[in-house]
């Protein structure tokens, strides 16, 4: 029988505590910039000239088709050889989601754009409006509101993915909670509470992503 003391979860609540802000820190780095990225690959893909396109193609197929831990090794230890610039652990974890979710990023905002009647965009140039007016004012408002629980889901995954930090040593909740099992030799009550820990920080995401979706369902 195992000798169970949940006591040592609340000894070191305060590494649980700090291991969940910097998991939080960088899941909202990463999905801010994916965001960001994946938007401009979408218009990219959607309406840039063919050159463009097709570069921004293999730039998707190519992160979406290769690990995400692959990624984080090489932008921390080959980039800085490559190009002289260096990264702490925590950014370079920071650029590795935002770099690879943008790619699944860019694929649902492009659908949600696909998904809009081209009729619209041809009144838009009639009624005398941009490129960029039709798009920030007609398509894009209505194409995030269509792609928002697909969205919210895959920064859910980007959250639970950050655990991958921890292979470059950045003191989120992995990489923190495996340096304190090694000094209480606690795994089952620590990691137990690991799981817990992420649990409660994932779910309101994914519970967010289900309630926005049946309401947009009902309309």
């Not at 894009?140 to 993915?161: E, G, T």
């Amino acid at each position: 029988m195992y000798n169970w003391n949940f006591g040592i979860v609340w000894d070191y609540r305060a590494v649980y505590i700090n291991g969940a802000e910097t998991a939080l820190s960088l899941s909202a780095i990463g999905a801010v910039f994916a965001i960001l990225i994946g938007l401009i690959v979408a218009l990219t893909r959607q309406s840039a000239p063919k050159p463009f396109a097709i570069l921004a193609s293999i730039y998707v197929e190519f992160l979406r088709n290769t690990p995400l831990l692959v990624q984080i090794f090489w932008i921390f230890y080959c980039l800085p050889v490559l190009t002289g610039a260096s990264f702490t652990a925590f950014w370079a974890a920071a650029i590795s989601l935002a770099v690879h979710f943008s790619a699944y990023f860019a694929e649902i905002i492009r659908s949600g754009i696909a998904s809009i009647d081209k009729g619209q965009t041809d009144a838009a140039r009639i009624l005398g409006f941009t490129y960029a007016q039709t798009m920030l004012r007609i398509i894009l408002p209505q194409a995030f509101r269509r792609v928002l629980p697909p969205l919210v889901n895959m920064i859910a995954d980007l959250v639970k993915l950050s655990s991958l930090a921890s292979v470059i040593g950045v003191y989120e909740l992995m990489h923190s909670v495996n340096n304190t099992i090694m000094n209480t030799f606690r795994p089952l009550e620590l990691y137990t509470a690991l799981a817990i820990v992420y649990f409660i920080i994932i779910y309101p995401v994914a519970f967010i992503a289900r309630r926005v979706e049946l309401k947009l369902a009902k309309r």
